[in-house]
């Protein structure tokens, strides 16, 4: 396709993406795009703190937690999509209040006030960042099938706030109101997305919500009040809380249950970043690890912000995911607006207000076609894991609908709802951790050898395949086990060519190799960590799906060793994180199934 011919493709949203990440787009779109995806964030990021402060008996602070809740946000907004150093993936992933943290948020507030809370936040947050420089660590169970299992369980989580808000009215206000302005908004949305022709499916959610509340307030429910009422300009009244240092017994009560959940945080977070680059490019890609753990990176960093200015965390708002879906642009441009805007809306309380005044009906509705669609991007993600392991669709089924079980208060409801401070109501936090553990438990026992990044260690690895290989009754495909692994450790070694240090560098001061094997299901499954990360940014994984369109590799030798490599083995996974890669290999002992 030439140049032309590309950039018309764009223009036609039927044919599927219009702009991947990197793609500039006009800025127009942009700034349309940008104000419509703040708008769908911008209730629950508002909501969320209300009602965790609220519930802690913080009611002379909600006005400030929302300032600092909305401030936050926009500035991790802008980090996730500019890329900071180590922090921010560089995708489209505006930040929105933690909904899994209201619980102990609340609960902190009632035992120590906002100092204990903030000391917590920050704690955590921390925490969070450091467990994202050592992502890799648990790259054996954040599997495709955990994360998609948690997607899909994002919006069975958030579902039945949604339909809650559908009946929420203002006083006097008629009780068919919310449901008319909804199904309105429904209406135009469904509309313009299945029907409408160019690029018009783009302003689908921005006309949908500007109908419904149009709608309500010729219903009466638009609150045209706190509009009036609110200062153009301006910040509540109020500073930070500090941070409370005594470290006392309700700090160390409260810190188990804070890393918990930010963990269990964490975990949903990468489930959202995988989601977000299968939709961000045009053609299918190996997930980018290192992406992952600058977004996690720069959601903690998202969080320290909210914790030193006193409100409550922050995390990856899973609905932009289906926002790029919907509309065709995954341009980080768009994210780029995005904050801006939560950054400017923090100091406007008018416009902030304006958007707080549609009817809550209207934006459930809104937010609920948003994450309906989220929950196919869950369920593609699981069926690409199906095809190495079945017990993947096993461990996504249990975990999903365990997950749904206990969301809707179905297994013994009188129990677990005061475990662990109700941590296990949560539909999301079961089925996650369920999946974990699941995941956690198909983990074979494994051989390993330790060595360097060497050709020198090719006989101790002759060694080690033949010894694994009698031990597992696989001596059919040894010849084939070996040839892979030598043409594993000159791609890795080629594919660092040019790395600093490594090109002259004498055997003991090479990077640590580690090899594991282990067998399933009659495969020998392989698995080369490198100690240290290549500077190369292009995923080896990707190379070889690359050569069936012809495109050649940087180096001729290169080349050939993928090759020979995709004739040997079943399939190639390359995880590249920012202190390790991770190459994983599948020999079958049938026929090659291709990679």
Not at 71 to 98: D, K, N, W
Not at 442 to 461: W, Y
Not at 503 to 524: I, K, N, Q
Request: aromatic share 6%; with cysteine.
């Amino acid at each position: 396709m030439n140049t032309k011919q590309a950039k018309s493709s764009r223009f036609n949203p039927d044919e599927g993406l219009l702009y991947e990440v990197d793609d500039r787009i006009p800025r127009p779109l942009a700034i349309g795009l940008g104000l419509q995806l703040a708008a769908l964030g911008l209730n629950g990021m508002v909501l969320l703190p209300t009602i965790a402060f609220r519930a802690g008996g913080a009611e002379d602070l909600v006005l400030w937690a929302v300032f600092a809740s909305v401030l936050a946000c926009g500035a991790a907004t802008i980090i996730q999509a500019l890329r900071v150093r180590r922090f921010g993936a560089g995708y489209v992933l505006p930040h929105v209040s933690s909904a899994i943290f209201v619980a102990v948020c609340a609960e902190a507030l009632i035992l120590g006030g906002p100092g204990l809370l903030a000391t917590l936040v920050v704690v955590s947050a921390l925490a969070q960042v450091l467990l994202s420089a050592r992502l890799a660590l648990l790259h054996r169970v954040l599997t495709p099938v955990v994360t998609g299992t948690v997607v899909m369980l994002l919006p069975v989580s958030v579902m039945p706030i949604l339909f809650r808000m559908l009946n929420e009215l203002p006083p006097g206000g008629p009780a068919y109101a919310g449901p008319l302005s909804a199904g309105v908004m429904i209406c135009t949305f469904l509309g313009i997305a299945l029907k409408g022709k160019g690029t018009a499916r783009l302003w689908a959610p921005a006309v949908g919500i500007v109908t419904g509340a149009l709608t309500g307030a010729f219903l009466g429910i638009y609150d045209g009040g706190r509009v009036a009422d609110a200062a153009w300009i301006g910040i509540p009244r109020g500073r930070p809380p500090g941070l409370d240092l005594e470290f006392g017994a309700a700090f160390w009560a409260l810190l188990p249950a804070f890393l918990f959940v930010t963990l269990v945080g964490s975990t949903k977070s990468v489930a959202v970043v995988v989601a977000a680059q299968r939709v961000a490019w045009r053609r299918a890609r190996a997930v980018d690890f290192r992406a992952v753990q600058r977004a996690v990176a720069a959601e903690g960093a998202g969080s320290l912000l909210a914790g030193l200015a006193g409100t409550m965390p922050n995390t990856l708002n899973a609905g932009a995911v289906s926002a790029v879906e919907i509309t065709g642009v995954a341009a980080r441009r768009v994210a780029v607006v995005c904050g801006l805007t939560f950054v400017a809306l923090a100091f406007l309380p008018k416009a902030l207000a304006l958007i707080l005044a549609i009817p809550a009906a209207v934006v459930a509705a809104s937010v609920a076609v948003v994450m309906a669609t989220l929950f196919t991007v869950g369920v593609r993600e699981v069926a690409s894991s199906m095809g190495s392991n079945p017990r993947n669709g096993l461990i996504a089924a249990v975990s999903f609908w365990t997950g749904v079980a206990f969301e809707f208060d179905m297994i013994f409801p009188a129990y677990f709802a005061e475990f662990a401070g109700g941590l296990l109501s949560s539909g999301l936090t079961t089925g996650g951790l369920l999946a974990l553990l699941l995941a956690a438990l198909t983990v074979r026992r494994k051989s390993q050898l330790k060595g360097k990044l060497d050709t020198a260690e090719l006989p101790r690895i002759r060694e080690f395949i033949q010894a694994f290989a009698a031990r597992h009754g696989l001596e059919s495909v040894v010849d084939r086990l070996e040839a892979a692994t030598e043409e594993t450790l000159l791609t890795l070694l080629q594919s660092r060519v040019g790395d600093e240090g490594v090109d002259d560098a004498p055997g003991d001061e090479r990077p640590e190799l580690l090899l594991l094997a282990r067998e399933e299901d009659g495969e020998a499954v392989l698995e080369f960590k490198v100690g240290a990360a290549s500077a190369d940014e292009l995923n080896l994984q990707d190379r070889l799906t690359s050569l069936d369109a012809e495109t050649r590799a940087a180096r001729v030798e290169q080349e050939v060793s993928l090759r020979l490599l995709k004739h040997l083995a079943s399939s190639v996974r390359h995880q590249q994180f920012h202190d390790t890669d991770i190459l994983t290999l599948r020999v079958s002992a049938g026929a090659r199934r291709g990679s």
